[in-house]
């Protein structure tokens, strides 16, 4: 029997995503769709101006959307998915949970909160369990679990491909995609024929988030990895895919093919959402391009290619598509892992 779940901030860019990837799931049922009041009482189709790559879902087309509130969501819905603006997310996500809904989340809000986990299910599953932590602490019958931000989520995996080396240092530099701002977050007429080189908190999502992920969790608490990162985000006039420029000093000496052997053989998981493989390698010095390759894996897929020496140790290029690696599917995969954990 489907698991029946909801969509908090349904009509946004990643809210969308989240129908896309919802509704043919083979273990999800979407019964709730939540967005602002505006919106409230109308139907799915007459609220959401549609963007996404294939038609709105015939039975979600004809869906009432309902306020953001726990009291306008069926008791019997067992996982909400958020796609909330952080602002919203920081007010409402707690209410959820208090009112016994676990939350799998997309917002921002939180992610570097001691008792919530922020996963990527291939590279911290285990972290999963600090919600134990998380509903002793807060007496929720509920529970709420983030995934990071879109750009950590492109290269953290291939870092963690690369942890037997022993990561030291690391500098990144990314080339994000206009989606990454949803659709009103850059206009036409500051990135056609142009780049912008600041993303407001963009950076220090990068340093702080990537340390969480690749932290140990003893079954207390987490202790955040001891590597260093630094990190320079740029806006780029591409649609989808984040492309990323990644320098890696580690302790054991890494030669470009062993880092290309490890990122092949790192694993992927027995979920629905997690592709195989979970990194695709490219051999092309000139791979991977978000036009080309941000669709690999139905869009779950990490690829990674120019690997090669540099005065400051290994460096390659590493590409996911923003919205479905680094968001809607993201969210969608952290509820499998709480399915396939017992958590709902």
């Not at 953290?156 to 659709?183: C, D, I, K, M, N």
Request: aromatic share 6%; proline share 6%; net charge negative.
């Amino acid at each position: 029997m489907a698991v029946r779940v909801g969509v908090l901030g349904a009509t946004g860019a990643v809210g969308q995503r989240l129908i896309q990837l919802l509704e043919p799931h083979p273990d999800f049922e979407i019964a709730a769709l939540t967005a602002s009041e505006s919106s409230a009482g109308k139907t799915y189709r007459q609220a959401a101006k549609w963007r996404v790559d294939s038609p709105i879902p015939a039975d979600v087309a004809e869906m009432t959307v309902t306020a953001t509130d726990p009291e306008a969501v069926p008791g019997d819905v067992d996982l909400l998915f958020s796609s909330l603006p952080s602002s919203i997310g920081a007010e409402v996500e707690p209410d959820f949970c208090e009112a016994g809904y676990v939350v799998s989340s997309n917002s921002s809000n939180a992610r570097m909160a001691e008792d919530v986990p922020l996963v990527v299910p291939e590279v911290n599953a285990d972290h999963l369990d600090l919600l134990e932590v998380q509903r002793d602490e807060r007496g929720w019958d509920g529970a709420l679990v983030k995934n990071p931000n879109c750009s950590t989520i492109t290269f953290v995996p291939t870092l963690a491909a690369l942890e037997e080396f022993g990561l030291q240092r690391v500098h990144v530099a990314t080339l994000q995609a206009v989606s990454g701002a949803g659709y009103d977050g850059v206009s036409s007429m500051e990135i056609i024929d142009n780049a912008i080189p600041y993303i407001g908190g963009e950076e220090d999502k990068l340093e702080t988030e990537s340390k969480k992920l690749l932290g140990t969790f003893d079954g207390a608490a987490l202790d955040l990895h001891d590597v260093e990162v630094g990190a320079s985000c740029n806006r780029i006039p591409t649609i989808d895919g984040h492309l990323e420029n990644v320098f890696v000093e580690t302790e054991a000496d890494l030669s470009p093919e062993d880092a290309a052997e490890a990122m092949r053989e790192y694993p992927g998981l027995d979920l629905p959402s997690s592709p195989d493989p979970l990194i695709e390698v490219f051999e092309d010095p000139d791979r991977p391009q978000p036009r080309l390759d941000r669709t690999l894996g139905d869009g779950m897929t990490i690829s990674a290619g120019g690997i090669r020496e540099s005065t400051f140790g290994l460096q390659y290029n590493c590409l996911a598509h923003n919205t479905m690696r680094g968001a809607a599917g993201a969210s969608v995969l952290n509820g499998e892992l709480l399915l396939e954990n017992g958590y709902l």
